[in-house]
């Protein structure tokens, strides 16, 4: 009885091929012997084939067959393509291989017998086919060389598609490769510099020529990443039309010439248009040349923009140009891509006969006013550094680089009838850098000098200034008063605070003055801001952020952790607190914070100073160079490296009211504000500045009970 569930048949036993000739086949069939379906799969055996050499040196037909029943039979087809072992002619054994997975497999052997074919090509294989690399680096191409023949094969190994002078040891290899062997060899190409290497992809060739033999071949790519830059540059940026006057003044106007030019040091070849952009309001015409410039590596292409604008008869104009070079290919970086470039466009009058018809006509407006020489000039003539409000808010002092102190009548900044300059009550020979009103009937003024003198003036009496000096050059930063009006603190660059007594002022006669201040205390930081917090006890601030509190009376210090620590560009730049809410302490930083204390808890027990707000965003994160608290403490002004000047309405509990979380601006302008005052009078707030450009400003905004901390009633 017959055991086995396979059982195959070969239609021939032996079967002659001829390699290039036709193809020669045999049947082979499978019977299913088992008592279930079954399918059948079958392979051809050779000794000595290449796995991955040519796997299709016989085709099949079919390649799997369908399940079959118990009994039936299956019938492959299988013919012979190629000589299984590239060069070889002989005789082999092939083995057919038959399998199931559901009933194993069943072997089979026949004789193959092979003439002898054509020359077998060398086999040619590139392991790595696509390379990157940047100009001035080395690419190594390996080559991998097999000789499927019999015989001794003499090789002539060609790299085509790379420049030539790109190749080492040149673009042709010659070498023996004996049957059967396989070797390996590299070609080594070094880049050149970046304006010598083109950006492509080059796709190159490996061709292996026999001497008895067909060819072969392999082809790759290399991709040249781009690289390098293009700079783009003005050699004139700022013109002039004309060029000089002339008495032509009713001709049209003419074209500017610019001189651009694009200097292409990258290996990507591209072009470039030019787009320009100005202000709306100038009318202009340009003219670029050529409109699309081609750009060659290692080439400057010059590139001509003529500019037209209209030409007023009194004024002239600036116009700013934002030209802007775009490359067409964007994987090229662009050096000063964008241009800013100015056109100074004269008026057709020249200004010298402009300005003498408005001297005529400015002193004829000058001789018919009030304005008259018999008023003296008033105001400063420098950046102003201080200004303070009066109790009664009628006045107004300020201190000056001028070396000035001014006194000014506040209701004249509202009525243009009313004369706002009372005239100066202090010149010295060093700019003023404080002053401070003496808080008890206001009747007295300490002036802080860059020189370090402090002065203290009678606005009453017109006396000589008493002087008070400790260290020449040590510059006052700033004063204050102690609510007594008894003594007087000043800060100094030096690091510095010294405290001085103020002495008693006969009605005549003279007057001592000690050269030595009562008590002193020295920092390791420039002192740039005082106030009076509590009963006894001076808050002080100054560079690096520092914030200290120190109690004259008992002579201690304590430190009070400022929330951002800052480097040697960090400063305090102002503290002020107020009168009658003495615990309520204001900073004011370089770095554009405005932080609120209540420093209750550090004063009258162990607990840490209490910040109860902070903002950055009131001047536009630019330097608070100064604020000021209101007596009742009800407002906040601060003025910034903005040119803004800022009232802050607080509630009761001394953070700012929620519905003036953003402030209320006061004022703009374009250069910073160094100081600033707030007072109450009656239903207005009164803020004072005073500004780099010389001038005092007093504005005015109604009181706002909504804040719920002022009442109007008060």
Known sequence: ????????????????????????????????????????????????????????????????????????????????????????????????????????????????????????????????????????????????????????????????????????????????????????????????????????????????????????????????????????????????????????????????????????????????????????????IFQVLPDDAPLKPGEVTPIDLGVRVRRYWWRGQSVLLQVQSQVADARINVLNDTLLLKLKVLPRIHPAVQLLWLALILYGLWWASWLNPASPLFGHRGAVNAVQLSGTSDQAVSASDDQTVIQWWVPGFFNPFLKQYIGPILQDRKAVRVVRLRPIDNNWLAAGLENGEIKLQSLEVARKPLTFAYQVDDRVLDLRFTRDARTLFSAHGSGRVLQWQIPYVPEAGPISVSSQPLQQKRFDFAVYGLAIVGDQTLAIGGRFNQLTLWNWEKDEVQPVAYPRPGGQDAYLTSLTSAEFRPYLLVTADNQGYITLWNLRPCLMGDQPCEVLDEWQDGHGKKPVRSVALSPEGCYLSSGGADGRVVLWPLSADGRRASRFMQGIELMQVAKPFNSVDVRVAHQDVLVVGGNEDWQVRVVRSSRLPAALCDVTDR
């Open 1 to 284: 009885m017959n055991t086995k569930l396979i059982q195959a048949s070969l239609s021939a036993q032996v079967v002659n091929f001829q390699p290039g000739g036709a193809a020669a086949g045999f049947e082979v069939l499978v019977d299913n012997y088992s008592d279930r379906f079954a399918t059948f799969q079958l392979e051809v055996l050779a000794p000595g084939a290449h796995e991955t050499g040519n796997p299709s040196w016989y085709r099949l037909s079919p390649e799997v067959a369908a399940k079959k029943p118990p009994g039936d039979r299956t019938r492959f087809v299988v013919e012979i393509l190629d000589s299984p072992v590239p060069g070889f002619s002989g005789s082999m054994n092939l083995t057919v291989r038959i399998f199931s997975l559901e009933l194993g497999e069943e072997r089979k052997v026949l004789r193959l017998v092979l003439g002898k074919g054509a020359d077998v090509p060398i086999r040619v294989d590139l392991p790595v086919q696509r390379f990157e690399a940047h100009p001035l680096e080395q690419v190594n191409i390996p080559v991998s060389l097999e000789n499927q023949g019999q015989d001794l094969a003499l090789l002539i190994v060609t790299l085509t598609g790379i420049p030539p002078d790109w190749i080492e040891s040149g673009p042709e290899q010659r070498l023996q490769l004996k049957a059967s062997a396989s070797t390996e060899l590299t070609f080594r190409c070094q880049l050149p510099e970046t304006i010598r290497t083109l950006s492509q992809v080059y796709s190159f060739t490996v061709q292996v020529i026999q001497a008895q033999g067909p060819s072969s071949q392999a082809t790759g790519l290399l991709q040249v990443v781009p690289q390098g830059t293009v700079e783009f540059t003005c050699l004139q940026t700022q013109q002039q039309y004309p060029q000089r006057w002339g008495i032509w003044w009713w001709r049209a106007p003419v074209l500017t010439p610019f001189p651009l030019q694009l200097r292409n040091d990258s290996n990507v070849i591209s072009t470039v248009r030019i787009n320009i952009e100005t202000e709306s309001r100038h009318r202009c």
